[in-house]
Antibody, heavy 122, light 110 residues
Framework: QVHLQESGPGLVKPSETLSLTCLVS?????????WGWIRQPPGKGLEWIGS???????YFNPSLRSRVTISVDTSKNQFSLNLSSVTAADTAVYYC???????????????WGQGTLVTVSS | EIVLTQSPATLSLSPGERATLSCRAS??????LAWYQQKPGHQAPRLLI????NRATGVPARFSGSGSGTDFTLTISSLEPEDFAVYYC???????????FGGGTKVEIK
């Protein structure tokens, strides 16, 4: 069974960088699939942040592209999110997920982590 | 940017009733449309349907998806108590790849 678990600070100061890691078990992230991040502000809907393929190809939400980095560490079977210059608007539950692809591009999200709340506040 | 509009915003039904949820895209997404269920307390969303009509592993047969192009429907044939939740649709356009979600439909107990 594929399992994903997010980890990282629950509180980040404005203007700093939010950093999260997603540890994957039950599947080797270097084997196949894209791997991605989604967030959900309190009381609001879902927003895709970006995805990275098992071979390192990345795609990002244009509204966040300038501030987002996603990387993979195959030796630890995990992938990471960095979001720079955060503001209160970046306060959200952040989810990591496995992303099946279609026609070489990320398609949907089939396995999700439980999510982690990140609050941006001084 | 492709915008997904879900309707209604809230659906009030009783257990055993049929639920019909709509998702409309601002331009064609082919069959690249998925549906998710999210239960209260910010539980992680659960994939129900992908590629418009394919049930994900372990999803009960009472859930079905249909549609193509710009109009899609999620049908729950007979609501069980555990089905009362928020449902999101999600699309992927071809190029550049961008994944977006609809605003959600809340299915609540009448």
């Amino acid at each position: 069974q594929v399992h994903l678990q997010e980890s990282g600070p629950g509180l980040v100061k404005p203007s700093e960088t939010l950093s999260l890691t997603c540890l994957v078990s039950g599947y080797s992230i270097s084997a196949d699939y894209y791997w991605g991040w989604i967030r959900q502000p309190p009381g609001k809907g879902l927003e895709w942040i970006g995805s990275i393929s098992h071979s390192g190809s990345t795609y990002f939400n244009p509204s966040l592209r300038s501030r987002v980095t996603i990387s993979v560490d195959t030796s630890k079977n995990q992938f990471s999110l960095n979001l720079s210059s955060v503001t209160a608007a970046d306060t959200a539950v952040y989810y990591c997920a496995r992303v099946p692809y279609s026609g070489s591009y990320p398609s949907h999200f089939d396995y999700w982590g439980q999510g982690t709340l990140v609050t941006v506040s001084s | 940017e492709i915008v997904l509009t879900q309707s209604p915003a809230t659906l009030s039904l009783s257990p055993g009733e049929r639920a019909t949820l709509s998702c409309r895209a601002s331009q064609s997404v082919g069959v690249y449309l998925a549906w998710y269920q999210q239960k209260p307390g910010h539980q992680a969303p659960r994939l129900l349907i992908y590629d418009a009509s394919n049930r994900a592993t372990g999803v009960p047969a009472r859930f079905s998806g249909s549609g193509s192009g710009t109009d899609f429907t999620l049908t729950i044939s007979s609501l069980e108590p555990e089905d009362f939740a928020v449902y999101y649709c999600q699309q992927r356009n071809n190029w550049p790849p961008r994944l977006t979600f609809g605003g959600g439909t809340k299915v609540e107990i009448k």
